[in-house]
């Protein structure tokens, strides 16, 4: 038993917790609609004779990118559709954040609450120290025989 280190685990284990518990609030605060995908602007050229796209001044094509079953799939966003698909796809980008956030605090809780016991366990055997049992009380100590 090493009373420090229990200590130290048990409060990690509740801040982290409550920690985790602050974020998942704010989580479940977000309302959507969100769009899983990305949001990205291409430089195009449109192919036409003396355009300024084919002196280097290129037009913004605005796309978004979602998986479909596995594969990748680009759709034209027209422009007045932009700050909306651009917003939805952003609240999903934080949503995501916020749920790698939580993998890794749940994974804190339980490595503090894994310490925790490290700390709190005895071993398995009683061991002899200076010709004595430890602390094991002797009701503890008798071997129990499985009842037939
Ligand atoms: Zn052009």
């Known amino acids: 038993m090493n009373n420090d280190k229990a200590s130290r685990s048990r409060k990690?284990?509740?801040?982290?917790?409550?920690?985790f518990l602050g974020l998942a609030r704010q989580t479940i605060a977000e309302r959507g609609p969100v769009l899983r995908g990305a949001f990205q602007l291409r430089?195009?050229?449109?192919?036409?004779?003396?355009?300024?796209?084919?002196?280097g001044e290129l037009h913004t094509t605005a796309v978004l990118i979602?998986?479909?079953?596995?594969?990748?799939?680009?759709?034209?966003?027209?422009?007045?559709?932009?700050?909306?698909?651009?917003?939805r796809?952003?609240?999903y980008l934080?949503?995501?954040?916020?749920?790698?956030?939580?993998?890794?605090?749940?994974e804190q809780v339980l490595g503090a609450t894994d310490d925790l016991l490290d700390a709190i366990a005895e071993p398995h055997r009683p061991?002899?120290?200076?010709?004595?049992?430890?602390?094991?009380?002797?009701?503890?100590?008798r071997r129990v025989r499985p009842k037939r």
């Open 12 to 19: 990690k284990v509740l801040d982290s917790a409550q920690t």
């Open 43 to 55: 430089g195009t050229r449109c192919g036409k004779d003396g355009c300024k796209c084919n002196q």
């Open 66 to 87: 979602v998986s479909e079953a596995g594969k990748r799939r680009s759709y034209y966003v027209r422009p007045p559709d932009r700050p909306e698909v651009q917003r």
């Open 89 to 91: 796809v952003e609240r």
């Open 94 to 106: 934080r949503f995501r954040a916020k749920r790698a956030e939580l993998s890794k605090l749940s």
């Open 127 to 141: 061991q002899r120290q200076r010709g004595a049992l430890t602390s094991i009380p002797a009701a503890q100590r």
